[in-house]
């Protein structure tokens, strides 16, 4: 796993979900959560654009790490790369991604919600992963659970993380962050408030300081 990335989510463990259907979207949105105190957001494959909403972020908004999640294939993955992510995150685990992302020393957290998963990843040599769908996969008594199991692996819960559990999934020793789609509302991205991303941001940097220190 690339160290500078695990350095920067350890310095602010939030990673937000950016979900756009046009480039110039997303670059206000990264540039609104950068404006916040984030230092890495995730562009989803979940619209049409993603591809070059992704683009655009890595080279128009140089104060944020961009990444590409939802990535579901090799494929996919190898195209983002191609766009710019500095890491790739999958909901779940395929064998063929991890190993392209390594062939390319790309970063990748596929999701993980089984010990037979985790296994699966640590025997793929990754010991960083996502944990999704957390709200729903036994949430925080779960991950309490791999930490004692799984000594040395940590976790980026995201589905169901929001700010009021952000701060107890923080505390819990074997989360490394906490991805998350409430720093993007939907209605804040339709109506321009972009003011209420950075807000959002602010207070969910302010939280992780608290806890973290």
Known sequence: MNKQIVQVLEGTPVVPL??????????QIARALAAGGLAAVEVVFRTDAALECLAAVAT?????IAGAGTVLNAGQADQAIDAGAAFIVSPGIDADTVKLCQSRSIPVFPGTITPSEVMEALNLGLSELK????????GISMLKAFGSVFRGVRFMPT????????AEFLQVPCVLACGGSWLTPASAIASGNYAE???LAAAAVAMARQVRG
């Not at 944990?131 to 036994?138: E, I, K, L, Q, T």
């Not at 589905?159 to 952000?166: C, D, K, R, Y």
């Open 159 to 166: 589905g169901g993380v929001s700010p009021a559990n952000l």
């Open 18 to 27: 950016v979900q756009a259907d046009r480039p110039e979207t997303a670059i």
């Open 131 to 138: 944990f999704f769908p957390a709200s729903v996969a036994g």
């Open 60 to 64: 128009d908004v140089p104060e944020v």
């Open 197 to 199: 991303i950075t807000r």
